[in-house]
């Protein structure tokens, strides 16, 4: 099969990169299942790619973290968390717009808005990361990491994003309220192998949302989430945040 490179152009202008070798980001945004239609497609899939662009990824992040921020290591370790999952990935793919790229099989092109599909967006800016690197080497990296990933750290410390929703809700309910809030499964859909769970959260006996998820610790989550929305409380710190900035740490 002989290779046909896209037009790269926009794609490279929204990551700040120009590819030297274009073949090693046609590589980062081809996923398994194309192979599995396209035996014959010269390049590899994105998976050693991912692998080297999450090693990038979480060493870039910690550098900064530990250089900017004076805070323990428990701080750090969650704000790097929030940073680099899967979620916060995926939602940041939305501003690289690089879906359009994206070689999949037909049966995974026509599943959109599903879990399976966040991780691949997810996984797909790890792999263009691990090829930034091998193409444009660290400082390249950190210029892509920078502007597209670590600005976001600000809105997760003012937003607590780092604190996942049960606790926060949990939380704030307790402190705004004394109350501690309740889970109730509501409703249970699909076979065995393929659940899909509906849960309320509750103040007392009052409803205040509900969410849905494949198990129920998903369920609570997304319906803890849905709870901060309509009570306004994503705002509400619940604990001190040490966010100061503080002068480099690093070794001289």
Sequence with gaps: MELTMPDFRPLEERLGHTFRDQSLLLQALTHRSYLNEHSDFPLAHNER?????DAVLELIVTEHLYKHFANPEGDLTNW????????????????????????????????????????????????????????????????????????????ILELELYVDAK??????????????PTYKVLEEEGPDHQKEFTVGVFLDKDLVAV????????????????????????TRPTREVMHTEAKDLSPS
Excluded: C
């Design 167 to 180: 606790s926060k809700f949990q939380e704030t309910a307790q402190e705004l309220l004394g109350i501690t």
């Design 49 to 53: 790619l991912e692998f080297l662009g």
């Design 211 to 234: 969410g849905r998820g494949s198990s129920k610790q998903e369920a609570q989550l997304a319906a803890a989430e849905a709870g901060l929305d309509v009570k306004s409380w994503h």
């Design 80 to 155: 790097r968390a929030a940073l680099v999952n899967a979620k916060t990935l995926a939602s940041i793919s939305k501003d690289l717009n690089f879906e359009e790229y994206l070689l999949l099989s037909r049966g995974e092109a026509r599943d959109k808005d599903t879990k399976a599909r966040m991780y691949i967006l997810a996984n797909g800016i790890e792999a263009i990361i691990g090829a930034v690197y091998l193409d444009g080497g660290m400082k390249a990296s950190e210029i892509l990491i920078h502007r597209h990933i670590l600005s976001h750290l600000p809105k």
